[in-house]
Nanobody, 123 residues
């Protein structure tokens, strides 16, 4: 059974940093791991994605230069380092995994999802 468990969310002031983790279990083979976020009243959007070998990484424009995605394959854990947080980054953050996709930042096709971790940024 595949499980994705996020951790590391919390409350921080604008300009601060947080590091999210996503522990994956039960996944066999390579996969894309992607961080999505969803703010109240908004669509869920992909913010950062990494291919299994780490060779391909993509970011949404809104977070590029501030967020860094990485992974520890030995631990089956992905990370999202978030720096320079703004109020607009406030959302529930989810990690998701898919074996293959042509559009890794799009939520379509993702079969495995974590329950999310809340990030709240105050001004």
């Amino acid at each position: 059974q595949v499980q994705l468990v996020e951790s590391g969310g919390g409350s921080v002031q604008a300009g601060g940093s947080l590091r999210l983790s996503c522990a994956a279990s039960g996944i066999v083979g390579g996969y894309w791991m992607t961080w999505f976020r969803q703010a109240p009243g908004k669509e869920r959007e992909g913010v950062a994605t990494i291919g299994f070998t780490g060779g391909r990484i993509y970011y949404a424009g809104s977070v590029k230069g501030r967020f860094t995605i990485s992974q520890d394959i030995a631990k089956n854990t992905g990370y999202l380092q978030m720096n320079g947080l703004t109020v607009e980054d406030t959302a529930m953050y989810y990690c998701a995994a898919v074996a293959s996709t042509l559009t890794p930042l799009a939520r379509t096709g993702y079969k495995y999802w974590g329950r999310g971790t809340q990030v709240t940024v105050s001004s």
